[in-house]
């Protein structure tokens, strides 16, 4: 009791200093448990405890490591904190940090050293100088204390070579200059290349030493940096290390200006220290070279056209500190254009420290004063921003986040009284370093006159210089003068296709981008002249949805299977997709390939039916079959096929899936367990995505019900506490799989049967009509696709009341409406159907941009305009007023059905 009383005491001393007041109360909470003796302890960090509490609230990573190991708590009160002169750098210590080949040791002692650091980042004590040399210090220990167990125990095994490795430290490595979730960029590499023995050349033995030093460094559990090989001759398609003489090679014939630029970076960190002093003496020519041309600029400004192309929209534009507008990066571009410009005669510039080489220029006056101290003073916010956004949870992030709230709290972690002049000052900063660099490049950017043959772009320019980026390439790739010709025989192609569609900006960078990542572009190019068709298939793609697109990008072999030949009209059944599903040509563990089968198989369907090649009800179908075999799979791997019984429901049970769904279903059985780990397999969001999500809202109860019901509990329930609604709902119920399959099945139909029978069914159904259309805001009924008056869901309401009526059990609304038709009520249900396929169809080309469960209409004229194009009209006019008529006609008829007053009308702009 008195410890609380001491605690409530501190609380209310320092309530006035706390940024975030809520989680300052879950950090005292949190220390109370661990440490009993808290507020004698606060007291010791005198008025450091303020700051103590601010940087647990701000770092919730930090706590938890404190949870795990409360002994971190004094220590942040030890001379290993609180000084600045200690040394991170010592061989005994490193000999005891390789104890054993998981480095346990060395992971504990990493993970303890970036608390110390961002405790004393946040609480002043270190200024950005300091914490970047420090955070760089714990990579580079890390770094060479792994290659030093590494080539341990590989000299035991195998021998030692006679030439050595050597390890450059790139970018924000290389510079000292890391921030807390910085990949580390490094490149290995050998001396000359020889054997062991016959079998065993150098290289496949140093190749061996790499790659365990990488896997030393990614594995799952407490990892230490995430190392990046990517900046290594050939990029990702090179191989893991080469010879110096091959580096050599690779650089004076194939090096581009992007690689001259992060070589200036370079910094040998560990082994053989002979080879790497060689390594820059031998590749200093050309990171510094005596005749550069001033069409460096050109290039360099390309370069960061390329970063900004690929951030999606320009809100995040602005909140990119480190590649966005006036970031990190441009920092940077600035200062390397200048080394490469003028290295070679003042090797005071050939320096790797960003900040060490901005006073280097100022004294060499090749920048005005002032624009050195706004670039030294940008830098300075821009990477402590940086640090504060990836402090949190030592998370790679570089985006300052949408929410105010969160905004506010950042600016109040750096000193700033309001979220207003904390964004002030960002504007300002970043507004300032745009202006050097385009006085830099003095309109570099700028594109000439456009060109004949773009005029139907948003921005003819950027167009411009996207295709003739096309046919350049991309930073680091060489393109041959073949694969430039090749490419020109194409753009007249392109360009037509681009011109047909609905956002032809859109669809050009993200064929840009395809390109870039496909990697070898003359083949890429020759394959879509030689197939049209492809070309139009991505095209389209790229035009209709941003989410596919990004997979395509990300995984360009998806497109591979299209371009073999593979017949894409052919429709697949549930039995077609379950033998996909059990063939596992990939030979990943079942929970990873069951995503990627998913994965590839949406692919192929948004394909189809962005080429036309699959109706309406065909895309429907195959979607709810592809979604079923995918349950029955994950079923069959959870262990539940043989305990539980899905009941499907909604657009699920009628076989009407489209983009971005959930599933409906009702999980009859008697162990929760097993739906607790069906629901877990399928909902579960990997680095490939979900299966498909499972709702089971609909059960007896909803969200307050039991996850699963036995089949006499569901019965009684319908029998006693079921509402019209649920029963009405009835109409979409199919049984997928299970033991109680075939009861339950009779169940549901004599329960449908039986609610059929009402006399209140008309009114019940009508007044639920009313209800929900009658909810809309004020004014936006019109929008509202599904539920406004006239729309979607209006339509399932009448047929499933004629299907009650007519006794039609029927789950899917197009067969039911048929059947009726049948029945003699073709006169309603003729315009209902038209109607449902134009609004199904308008809902799918609406959820395939982004693989969502969106069913509003966009308000924003460009936007209908876009949605007019996909949907085959020639203006948003034309749409929107078959779109009115539509709903009207539906809201006229739902009304004369279900027996209720139609005052309200038709929709409503």
């Known amino acids: 009791m008195e410890d609380r009383t001491a605690l409530t005491s501190l609380r209310a001393q320092f309530a006035s ?29 005198a008025e450091r405890k303020i ?6 609230a701000y770092s919730p990573g930090s706590l938890e490591k404190i949870q795990r190991h409360p002994d971190l708590l004094r220590w942040l009160l030890s001379a290993d904190v609180t000084s600045s002169k200690r040394r991170l750098r010592d061989a005994a210590a490193d000999a005891k940090l390789t104890d054993d080949q998981n480095f346990s040791r060395l992971r504990r002692w990493k993970s303890d050293e970036m608390l110390r650091i961002a405790f004393r980042d946040f609480s002043g004590q270190a200024d950005l100088v300091e914490t970047t040399a420090d955070l760089t210090a714990v990579a580079e220990r890390c770094v060479g204390t792994v290659l030093a167990g590494v080539l341990a125990t590989a000299a035991r095994r195998w021998g030692t070579p006679k030439t050595g490795i050597g390890v450059l430290a790139m970018g924000k490595f290389g510079g000292e200059e890391l921030n807390y979730s910085s990949d580390i960029d490094v490149i290995f590499f050998y001396g000359e290349d020889g054997a062991l023995n016959p079998n065993f050349s150098y290289h496949e033995y140093y190749t061996r030493i790499a790659q365990r030093v990488v896997d030393t460094f990614s594995t799952r559990e407490n990892p230490l940096f995430r190392i990046d090989l990517r900046l290594r001759p050939e990029g990702a398609a090179g191989p893991l290390v080469r010879s110096l003489v091959s580096m050599e090679h690779y650089y004076s014939g194939y090096g581009e200006t992007w690689e001259r630029l992060a070589l200036i970076k370079a910094r040998g960190i560990c082994g053989d220290g002979e080879l790497l002093y060689e390594f820059n003496q031998r590749l200093q020519p050309f990171i510094f070279p005596k005749i550069v041309s001033v069409e460096l600029l050109d290039e360099v400004a390309d370069l960061k056209l390329r970063i900004e192309r690929d951030l999606v929209g320009s809100e995040e534009l602005h909140r990119n500190v480190k590649l966005g507008f006036g970031g990190i990066r441009e920092i940077e571009f600035t200062v390397q254009a200048l080394q490469l410009l003028h290295g070679a005669r003042h090797a005071f510039l050939q320096g790797r420290n960003t900040l060490k080489t901005l006073i280097a220029l100022e004294r060499l006056q090749l920048l005005p004063v002032a624009a050195v101290r706004s670039l030294e003073e940008a830098y300075v916010f821009l990477r402590t921003l940086e640090h504060r956004l990836q402090m949190v949870r030592e998370q790679q992030t570089h985006t300052l986040p949408a929410d105010p709230q969160t905004q506010a709290l950042i600016g109040r972690s750096l000193g700033f009284d309001s ?24 309109g570099r950017s700028a594109t000439p006159a456009t060109p004949a043959g773009t005029g139907f772009f948003r921005a003819p320019e950027a167009a411009r210089r996207a295709l003739d980026a096309l046919a350049s390439g991309p930073a680091g790739v060489h393109v041959s003068p073949r694969n430039k010709r090749l490419y020109r025989k194409l753009e007249p192609e392109l360009l037509s296709w681009l011109a047909d569609m609905a956002d032809p900006d859109a669809a050009l960078t993200r064929f840009v981008r395809f390109v870039d990542a496909y990697g070898i572009r003359g083949a890429l190019f020759e394959t879509l002249l030689a197939n049209p068709r492809l070309l139009e298939l991505l095209v389209r793609l790229f035009d209709a949805s941003a989410f596919f697109s990004e997979i395509v990008i990300r995984r360009p072999q998806l497109i ?7 017949d894409l009209s052919a429709r697949h059944t549930v039995a077609d997709f379950e033998k996909g599903l059990a063939q596992n040509d990939e030979n990943l563990d079942p929970e990873t390939w069951v995503r990627v089968y998913r994965r590839a198989e949406l692919v192929r369907l948004v394909l189809k039916d962005v080429l036309g090649l699959v109706s309406l009800e065909e895309l429907q179908e195959e979607m709810s079959n592809l979604a079923e075999a995918c349950l029955r799979f994950c079923m069959q791997l959870s262990g539940s096929s043989t305990g539980l019984t899905v009941l499907a429901l909604g657009k699920f049970g009628g076989r009407e899936l489209l983009y971005g769904a959930d599933l409906d279903v009702v999980l009859v059985g008697e162990d929760p367990l097993l739906a607790e780990r069906l629901i877990k397999l399928m909902n579960t969001k990997t680095s490939e995505g979900r299966v498909f999500g499972l709702d089971t809202r609909l059960r007896p109860e909803g969200e307050s019900g039991a996850l699963v019901v036995g089949l006499e509990q569901y019965q009684a329930y319908f029998e006693q506490r079921a509402q019209v609604w649920e029963m009405q709902s009835l109409c979409k119920a199919r049984v997928l799989r299970g033991p109680d399959a075939v009861p339950l099945a009779k169940a549901v139909r004599r329960i449908w049967e039986k609610a059929a029978d009402r006399d209140d069914l008309r009114d019940k159904i009508g007044q639920m009509y009313l209800r929900v259309v009658t909810q809309r805001e004020k004014g936006s009924d019109f929008y509202h696709l599904k539920t406004g008056r006239g729309g979607i869901m209006a339509i399932e309401f009448v047929t499933q009341f004629l299907q009650m009526r007519e006794k039609v059990f029927e789950t899917n609304s197009l067969h039911a409406l048929e059947r009726l038709t049948e029945r003699g009520r073709g006169e309603q249900t003729g315009p ?9 169809r308008l809902e799918a080309a609406l959820r395939r941009v982004d693989n969502s469960s969106v069913s509003q209409l966009p308000q924003a004229p460009e936007d209908q305009a ?25 809201h006229r008829i739902a009304c004369a059905v279900l027996g209720v ?9």
């Open 419 to 442: 979220r207003d002049r904390f964004l002030e000052t960002l504007a300002k900063h970043t507004q300032a370093v745009r202006n050097t660099f385009e006085h830099l490049l003095q």
């Open 832 to 840: 209902l159907a038209a109607a449902y396929r134009f609004f199904r």
């Open 901 to 909: 007053d139609g005052e309200h009308g038709g929709p409503t702009d």
């Open 866 to 890: 876009q949605l007019a194009k996909w949907a085959g009209f020639g203006t948003r006019e034309a749409l929107l007023s078959r779109y009115a008529r539509e709903r009207a006609e539906v």
């Open 560 to 566: 591979e299977e299209v371009a073999r030949g593979r």
């Open 17 to 45: 200093h706390l940024i975030d007041p809520d989680g300052a109360d879950r950090v005292l909470a949190v220390l109370s448990e661990i440490e009993p003796r808290l507020p004698e302890l606060l007291e010791q960090f």
């Open 51 to 56: 700051t103590l509490i601010n940087f647990l």
